[in-house]
T-cell receptor
Framework: NAGVMQNPRHLVRRRGQEARLRCSPM?????VYWYRQLPEEGLKFMVY????????ESGMPKERFSAEFPKEGPSILRIQQVVRGDSAAYFC??????????????FGPGTRLTVL | DAKTTQPPSMDCAEGRAANLPCNHS???????VYWYRQIHSQGPQYIIH?????ETNEMASLIITEDRKSSTLILPHATLRDTAVYYC???????????WGAGTKLIIKP
């Protein structure tokens, strides 16, 4: 069974450029979550999506960040006009149902974004 | 804010059982206890979770006290590859957000 896949694994951008991070959930999973991890810190929730719907984006910065999970294809986390403070590891998780209760979230390997 | 308290670091000898404690004294009746680990900045790996009863799987055992205010993750025969940061997370049944604390850095020594 393929796990959660993320690409690219490493991404380097200059300030002002755009970053696109992709996440393919586990087979049979239709719920996707994005988390961000700054160096030496725990993960912080950003956004929760189902196919074609954003359920909760309360953890996402109001500007420059957006996420989507189209009917076909991977979930995309998009960061426009990146700044040095966006440098972090971005993890995607997926679950088969709502991710509540005993519904477990499984994580991908992450994308490490470095902004020069 | 994280609702759990874990020691910042622990050592364990290879081949011995590693017992990682977690305090969650404010846990509510519908909150699950989850354990994940993160090996050297890789993606978090799910280990085990429970509500009230003790649980065991191929990776570990989870012992939850009767009052549910604390729990212990047990790795029965630790290997060097178990060196990682271990996170104890309590999650409300109706909530999907995982709130991560600082975790316990477990170092397995040969």
């Amino acid at each position: 069974n393929a796990g959660v896949m993320q690409n690219p694994r490493h991404l380097v951008r200059r300030r002002g450029q755009e970053a696109r991070l992709r996440c393919s959930p586990m087979k049979g999973h239709s719920h996707v979550y994005w988390y961000r991890q700054l160096p030496e810190e725990g993960l912080k929730f950003m956004v929760y999506l189902q196919k074609e719907n954003i359920i909760d984006e309360s953890g996402m910065p109001k500007e420059r960040f957006s996420a989507e999970f189209p009917k076909e294809g991977p979930s995309i986390l998009r960061i426009q006009q990146v700044v040095r403070g966006d440098s972090a590891a971005y993890f995607c998780a997926s679950s088969p149902r709502s991710g509540t209760g005993s519904d477990t979230q499984y994580f991908g390997p992450g994308t490490r974004l470095t902004v020069l | 804010d994280a609702k759990t308290t874990q020691p910042p670091s622990m050592d364990c000898a290879e081949g011995r059982a590693a017992n990682l404690p977690c305090n969650h004294s404010t846990i509510s009746g519908n909150e699950y206890v989850y354990w994940y680990r993160q090996i050297h900045s890789q993606g978090p790996q799910y280990i085990i979770h429970g509500l009230k009863n003790n649980e065991t799987n191929e990776m570990a055992s989870l012992i939850i006290t009767e009052d549910r205010k604390s729990s212990t993750l047990i790795l029965p025969h630790a290997t060097l590859r178990d060196t990682a940061v271990y996170y104890c997370i309590v999650r409300v049944g109706s909530n999907y957000q995982l709130i991560w604390g600082a975790g316990t850095k477990l170092i397995i020594k040969p």
